[in-house]
C-alpha cells in the first residue's frame, strides 16, 4: 500500500471538522492550556509559506498539550478591518465586506489543508457586529473611567463626579489635561451641563483633543507611525504630513508605569520587553517653568515648561526650543519672524515624527524673535523652533545647553548663537557622573562642588522656591490617537448634543457601520462616513434614522471617524474564551477557568502596537474587575521569519541615434563585464553599428515562477508578464539561456518571491510541508525557503508508513512479539528527547530525532505494536494526518488527538551488557557480550571458556589475564 498524502490528509481533516475533534470545554476537570496565535489579515493573497511558521509551531504544542491530557483552547479568527480592503473598494467599487468575506474563505482553506487544530466553533472576526458590539462596549466602558493616582488604577467617572459635587476638585490626584482650572464644589455645582462635559473630557481615559496626527492625503486617513516607512505610507507609498484635527484619544500614559513593571511578571523576549522599555521611555528630572518676556510686538507674558533631566545644567541655557507644532509658536512669534516661521512650519509638516527622531545630522530651525527670562540669572534666552523637538514627547519645549549637549551645540553654531562655555573642562553627561565624586561646575553659589546626584536635587529645590520648577518623572509614552477617517473599521458608539459626545446605552449595541456609496472622504472634507444618508441617532427611539431628522433636540449626529486597527485586537484573546455570548464580553465562568494566555506566538513587529495596546486594554480591564489577570499573555515567543529567493534581471536602458530608448537585459554571469558584453552583442549584427548610448545597471524583481531551479529564466513568459520589456533585448549565455541573478529577501507578494502553500500541499502534502519548515532552523531565527529542500521531509515521512507496511505489496503488518531491547533503547530515548524539544520549543531537533528513530528501526527490522504505537503518537504533533492514519491501521477508532503522551522510562537507556573486546597481546581477535555486573574472576573464566579463547591459546596457557571491567579483557601469552 502507498502512502497517498493527499487521501490521507483530506480525509483526517474532514474527521476533524466533523466531529470537532479540537473543541474546548469551558467546564472542564482537566488543567487548561490556552495556545494563541496572533490573528491573520485576510488579504487577498492569501498565504505564502512563509505565513504558518508561527501556526505550525503553536499546533504542535497545542497538540502535546493535548497528550499530556490538559483542556487545549487553540482558536483562531481575522483580524479583518483594515485599510488595504478598503482601498480595494475605491478602486472596484466593490464593499469591503464582500472581498473581506472571499480572502476569508481563501485562508480557511488554507489553514485546514495544513491540518492546524483550531477550535473553528470559536472563530472572531472583527468585522462582524457580533464582534464589535464588545468593542464598542469597551469604548464607553474607558470613556466612562478616570485614573486615580492615589489608588493606581481605573475607576468609575461617577465616583469623580461625586468628588467634585462634595469637594471640588483641588484634592483630586488624577491623569488627566494639563490645563486644568480648579473649582469648588459649589462652582462645579453651579456649572452648566456643557461645561460639567467639557471638564470631564479633562479627565476621561477616552476623550477628543486637537492632536498632531499623521495625515495621509491620499489615502484620506490618519495613520499610525508603525504604518509609516521612510516618511510615506507602508501601504501604497504616499506622502504623509503632521496635521493638526479633532480625533478621540485613549490616555495610554495614565498606566505607563504599571506597563512597565508588569514587563518583569511575563515570560516575553528580552529584545521585545528592551523596545517597550525603550518606547515607554521613562526618565527621572524637574519640570522647569520660563517666562516669555513681554515686548512691543507680543505685550503678554507666557509660561514656557521644559522637561530636563539634568536641571543642575540650567546656568548653561544659551536658548530654549519650541517643536514647531508648539502652541505657543503663533502667539508668541514677532511680526518680523512670522514668515520665516509659518514657512518653516509648513515644510517640517511634511516630515513624519519617526524621520524627524531618526534624523540627527540635518540642523533646521527659525527663530520667533521672543525671549524667555532665565529663572536664575534673569537674563533674556532667546525662543527657537526647531523641528528635533516633537510636539507630543514632553513638553514639547526643551532648555537648550549647547556647552553641554551636542545636539544643542549643533544648532547653536549652525544659526551662530551665542555658547557661554560655564563647563569649560569638565565632562557633564551622565555616565561621567556615575562617580559621585565628580562635582558640577556652575556659575553658581548653590550648585558648585556639589557632586552630582545632590546638584540635582539642590537644583530642584531652589526651582520650587522661586515657583518655577519641580522634581518630575516623565514617559515618553504619549496618548494614543484613536480616530482614523476610513470607513471599513469600528463605528464609535457616539453621538453629539450641542458639540459634546454622549455614548449610546450598552443596550442598543452594536451600532452597525452603514451602506455608502462613496468609500472615500466628502467633498467638504469629513471622513467617508459623511457620506452615509442614514447616519443620525434619535435619542428617543434609540435607533439610526436618515440625516434629514436631525433636529438637535431628539436627533443629533453620529461619530464620522471609526476605530483604529488596534481597536479588535486589543482584547480578541478574551472574547474567544465565551466568543459567542451576547449578553456580555464573556460570562465570569468562561474568563475564571481559561484565566490568560499561557503561549503567545507572533511577530516582534507588533512589539509597540498590537502588543503595547493590548496590555493597556487588560490592565484597564483588570482594574475594572473584567478580568482576573492584568497581564494577557504569560509567554510569548516571536517566530522568526522565512525569507524568500527572489530573482532579479539586471539591464540597461539604451537608445540607438533618434530612435526610442529599450531595454537590453544582461546574463547573469556578464553582470561583471557589460561593456565586452554589449560590443559583443552589436559585432553580431551590422545594424548595430549606428551611434550608440547606453545608461547604468539597474535591476528589476523577476515572479519566481518564471524561473527554474537553475535560475534559467522563462524570457517569453517574463515579456507577457512585463509588458514593458517586449521589446527588451535579452543577451543570453553559450547555452542560449538567459540566467536571473539571486538574492534572499524577506517573503513578500511586492517582491515576486512568494511561495505558495496550495502547491506544496499538493505535490508533497501538509505533513511534509509542516516538518520542514520546522526542521529548516530554530523558530526565532529567520531562515531562506528552498523549495528542493522538502524532498527530505518527504522522504522521512514515505520510510515511517514503509516501517508499518513490509512484504512486496506493502501491507500494513504489526506484530504483538516483544521488542529486542535494541528497540526498546531507541524508542525511550525518541521519547525523552522529543519531549524535552517540544517544552524548550526546539521543533527542527525533534525532526533530525524522528529521522534518526526511524532509521534505527529500519534497521532493527522492528514491526512491534509496543514500538511503533508510541512513535506514531510522538509524531502526531508534528505530521497529524499520517499518525492519524497509522493510528486507525493499528485497529483503534477514536483520533489519535488525546492519546496519552508516551512515557519515558530511564531503564530502557541503562546498559545491563557490554560488548568486550578481547584481546590477544594487545590485538583484538573478537569481541563477547558480558553482563555489567560481573566480577574480575567472573569475566576472565568467562572468557576462558569461550571456544574462540581456546583456539587462540592453541592450549598454551596464558601468562596473564588482564582484565578491566567494563572496557577490556587482554590475555597475554
Known amino acids: 500500500m502507498q502512502y497517498n498524502f493527499n487521501e490521507i490528509e483530506a480525509k483526517w481533516q474532514k474527521y476533524w471538522a466533523e466531529n470537532q475533534t479540537f473543541k474546548a470545554e469551558n467546564d472542564s476537570n482537566k488543567e487548561k492550556f490556552y495556545v494563541l496565535d496572533m490573528f491573520p489579515y485576510p488579504s487577498g493573497a492569501g498565504l505564502h509559506v512563509g505565513h504558518p511558521l508561527g501556526y505550525i509551531a503553536s499546533d504542535i504544542y497545542a497538540r502535546y498539550k493535548r497528550h499530556k491530557g490538559f483542556n487545549v483552547l487553540h482558536p483562531q479568527g481575522y483580524d479583518s478591518f483594515g485599510l488595504p480592503a478598503e482601498q480595494y473598494a475605491i478602486q472596484t467599487g466593490q464593499h469591503p465586506a464582500v472581498t473581506t468575506a472571499a480572502n476569508i474563505k481563501t485562508y480557511r482553506r488554507q489553514l485546514d489543508q495544513l491540518g492546524f487544530s483550531f477550535d473553528w466553533s470559536r472563530e472572531v472576526r472583527t468585522s462582524s457586529p457580533e464582534y464589535y458590539k464588545w468593542t464598542q462596549w469597551i469604548f464607553i466602558q474607558i470613556f466612562n473611567s478616570w485614573y486615580n493616582k492615589d489608588t493606581d488604577k481605573a475607576e468609575d467617572i461617577e465616583s469623580l463626579i461625586s468628588i467634585f459635587n462634595t469637594n471640588g476638585n483641588a484634592t483630586v490626584n488624577a491623569v ?10 459649589d462652582d462645579w455645582k453651579a456649572f452648566s451641563a456643557i461645561k460639567k462635559q467639557e471638564i470631564l473630557l479633562k479627565y476621561r481615559l477616552t476623550y477628543l483633543a486637537d492632536t498632531e496626527v499623521n ?20 501601504r501604497g507609498g504616499h506622502p504623509v504630513i503632521r496635521k493638526k484635527m479633532t480625533q478621540w484619544s485613549m490616555r495610554i500614559s495614565a498606566y505607563a508605569q504599571r506597563l512597565l513593571d508588569g514587563l518583569s511578571k511575563i515570560d516575553w523576549p528580552q529584545p521585545l520587553k528592551d523596545s517597550q522599555t525603550n518606547w515607554i521611555g521613562r526618565s527621572e528630572g524637574a519640570s522647569v517653568t520660563f517666562h516669555t518676556i513681554p515686548s512691543s510686538a507680543v505685550e503678554k507674558s507666557f509660561p514656557i515648561e521644559v522637561f530636563t533631566t539634568r536641571p543642575d545644567t540650567i546656568f548653561g541655557v544659551s536658548f530654549m526650543t519650541l517643536a514647531p507644532e508648539h502652541e505657543l509658536v503663533s502667539k508668541i512669534t514677532t511680526a518680523e519672524q512670522r514668515a520665516d516661521v509659518e514657512n518653516y512650519i509648513q515644510a517640517t509638516a511634511k516630515r513624519s515624527e519617526r524621520d524627524r527622531m531618526a534624523d540627527v545630522k540635518t540642523i533646521t530651525g527659525a527663530f520667533t524673535g521672543a525671549y524667555a527670562e532665565h529663572p536664575f540669572t534673569k537674563e533674556p534666552v532667546p525662543v527657537w523652533i526647531g523641528d528635533y523637538v516633537l510636539a507630543g514627547y514632553g513638553t514639547g519645549a526643551v532648555m537648550s545647553v549647547p556647552c553641554g549637549d551636542q545636539r544643542d551645540y549643533d544648532f547653536a553654531k549652525h544659526f551662530n548663537i551665542p555658547i557661554p562655555n560655564i563647563f569649560e573642562g569638565v565632562d557633564i553627561s551622565e555616565e561621567a557622573y556615575a562617580d559621585k565624586d565628580k562635582t558640577v561646575i556652575a556659575n553658581s553659589d548653590f550648585l558648585n562642588g556639589l557632586p552630582y546626584k545632590k546638584a540635582v536635587k539642590r537644583a530642584i529645590f531652589e526651582l520650587e522656591k522661586l515657583g518655577q520648577g519641580e522634581g518630575k518623572i516623565n514617559y515618553r509614552l504619549r496618548d494614543a490617537v484613536f480616530s482614523r477617517q476610513r470607513y471599513w473599521g469600528e463605528p464609535f458608539p457616539v ?12 443596550e442598543h449595541l452594536p451600532i452597525k457601520l452603514p451602506e455608502v456609496e462613496k468609500y472615500l472622504p466628502t467633498e467638504t472634507g469629513e471622513p467617508p462616513l459623511g457620506n452615509a444618508t442614514e447616519w443620525a441617532w434619535d435619542a428617543v427611539t434609540n435607533k439610526i434614522v436618515h440625516n434629514s431628522e436631525i433636529n438637535n433636540t431628539s436627533v443629533f449626529p453620529l461619530e464620522l471617524n471609526t476605530m483604529p486597527g488596534w481597536a479588535g485586537s486589543s482584547q480578541y484573546f478574551n472574547r474567544y474564551m465565551d466568543p459567542h455570548n451576547s449578553e456580555e464580553i464573556f460570562s465570569q465562568k468562561a474568563i475564571n477557568y481559561w484565566q490568560d494566555v499561557d503561549l503567545y506566538i507572533g511577530g516582534s513587529e507588533h512589539a509597540t502596537g498590537h502588543l503595547l495596546y493590548s496590555r493597556f486594554w487588560q490592565k484597564f480591564m483588570f482594574d475594572k474587575g473584567l478580568v482576573p489577570k492584568d497581564e494577557f499573555a504569560k509567554k510569548l515567543i516571536n517566530q522568526g521569519m522565512i525569507t524568500g529567493t527572489s530573482a532579479f534581471v539586471h539591464f540597461v536602458t539604451a537608445r540607438f541615434e533618434n530612435e526610442k530608448q529599450f531595454f537590453i537585459a544582461i546574463n547573469k554571469s556578464d553582470l561583471n563585464d557589460i561593456d565586452a558584453v554589449i560590443k559583443k552583442w552589436r559585432n553580431t549584427d551590422p545594424v548595430n553599428s549606428k551611434a550608440f548610448k547606453y545608461g547604468a545597471l539597474i535591476s528589476t524583481h523577476v515572479d519566481v515562477s518564471l524561473v527554474n531551479a537553475s535560475d534559467e529564466l522563462d524570457v517569453e513568459g517574463f515579456k507577457k508578464w512585463r509588458s514593458d520589456f517586449e521589446d527588451a533585448i535579452f543577451i543570453r549565455n553559450l547555452d542560449d539561456v538567459f540566467k536571473v541573478a539571486r538574492e534572499v529577501e524577506k517573503m513578500s507578494k511586492s517582491k515576486y518571491n512568494v511561495v505558495n502553500p496550495d502547491a506544496i500541499c499538493e505535490e508533497y502534502g501538509a ?3 509542516r516538518l520542514y519548515e520546522m526542521f529548516l532552523g530554530p523558530l526565532e531565527q529567520s531562515k531562506p525557503w528552498n523549495t528542493a529542500g522538502i524532498t527530505g521531509t518527504h522522504s522521512f515521512l514515505k520510510k515511517l508508513w514503509r516501517q508499518f507496511h513490509t512484504g512486496e505489496n506493502a501491507s500494513f503488518m504489526v506484530s ?22 517540544i517544552e524548550n520549543f526546539s521543533f527542527n531537533t525533534s525532526v533530525s530525532t524522528f529521522m534518526i528513530c526511524v532509521n534505527e528501526l529500519s534497521a532493527q527490522k522492528c514491526v512491534s505494536r509496543q514500538i511503533l504505537e508510541p512513535l506514531a503518537i510522538l509524531v502526531s504533533p508534528y505530521a497529524p494526518h ?4 497509522l493510528w486507525h491501521k493499528l485497529g483503534h477508532s477514536t483520533s489519535i488527538a488525546t492519546v496519552p503522551f508516551p512515557k519515558f522510562e530511564g531503564k530502557y537507556l541503562v546498559e545491563s551488557s557490554k560488548e568486550y573486546p578481547i584481546s590477544f597481546n594487545g590485538k583484538m581477535k573478537f569481541t563477547m557480550e558480558l553482563a555489567l555486573d560481573l566480577s574480575k574472576d567472573e569475566i576472565e573464566a568467562a572468557v576462558m571458556a569461550n571456544e574462540k579463547t581456546q583456539q587462540q591459546l592453541q592450549g598454551r596457557e596464558p601468562k596473564k589475564v588482564i582484565v578491566v571491567p567494563g572496557k577490556i579483557v587482554n590475555i597475554v601469552g
Not at 219 to 224: C, F, I, M, P, S
Not at 495 to 506: K, S
Open 767 to 769: 505533513d511534509s510541508l
Open 495 to 506: 453621538y453629539y448634543v450641542g458639540g459634546m459626545p454622549q455614548m449610546i446605552e450598552a
Open 882 to 885: 499520517i499518525a492519524e492514519e
Open 176 to 185: 488627566c489635561d494639563d490645563a486644568i482650572e480648579f473649582f469648588s464644589a
Open 215 to 234: 495625515w495621509c492625503p491620499a489615502l484620506g486617513t490618519v495613520l499610525a507611525n508603525d504604518e509609516i516607512v521612510n516618511g510615506v505610507s507602508e
Open 816 to 837: 504483538e512479539d516483544e521488542p529486542s531491547k535494541d528497540s526498546w533503547k531507541t524508542l525511550h530515548k525518541t521519547i525523552k528527547k522529543v519531549e524535552e524539544d
